[in-house]
């Protein structure tokens, strides 16, 4: 039996995919940095109209703040705070693949008419379990 998905439908899994496991990986290792972590690193780093829809300040003791964040935002604070807070963590191509994830989740987010080209769907899902493999290796395969 073969796939029938889509391009745009295997991508949209792929990025769902990526949501629910960066989240909750995202949330502990900033929570490490130390009690700023909302406003030092959340808020500073995810786009205007994800910022409008969070508190200003986390509730305290709670779990899966985060899982309400895009995933765009998830990958952007990878990105923007690795040096700070995922080095050490994830190996160090983890920046370069969250960043190109953003390329490929924009494409994705704004595809327009018609599929998505499979080269750009299978480098964008490779791309993906390359992170997924150092976030959460069960959920790379």
């Known amino acids: 039996?073969?796939?029938?998905?889509?391009?745009?439908?295997?991508?949209?899994?792929?990025m769902h995919l990526l949501q629910q496991t960066?989240?909750?990986?995202?949330?502990?290792?900033?929570?490490?940095?130390?009690?700023?972590?909302?406003?030092?690193?959340v808020l500073p780093s995810v786009a205007p109209l994800t910022r409008e829809k969070l508190p200003a300040m986390p509730k305290r003791g709670v779990n899966g703040?985060?899982?309400v964040v895009p995933v765009e935002d998830l990958l952007a604070?990878?990105?923007?705070?690795?040096a700070?807070?995922?080095?050490?963590?994830?190996?160090d191509p983890a920046r370069s693949y969250a960043e190109e994830l953003r390329g490929?989740?924009?494409?994705?987010?704004?595809?327009?008419?018609?599929?998505?080209?499979?080269?750009?769907?299978?480098?964008?899902?490779?791309?993906a379990a390359l992170l997924l493999d150092d976030v959460d290796p069960s959920a790379a395969r």
């Open 65 to 67: 703040q985060l899982e």
């Open 104 to 127: 490929h989740r924009n494409l994705w987010a704004h595809k327009g008419a018609g599929d998505i080209d499979r080269a750009s769907a299978e480098r964008a899902m490779d791309t």
């Open 1 to 14: 039996m073969t796939d029938q998905a889509t391009n745009f439908e295997r991508l949209s899994r792929t």
């Open 22 to 41: 960066l989240a909750p990986f995202v949330e502990r290792e900033l929570k490490r940095t130390g009690a700023g972590w909302w406003t030092n690193y």
């Open 84 to 91: 700070s807070t995922f080095r050490g963590r994830l190996k």
């Open 77 to 82: 604070l990878i990105a923007k705070n690795f």
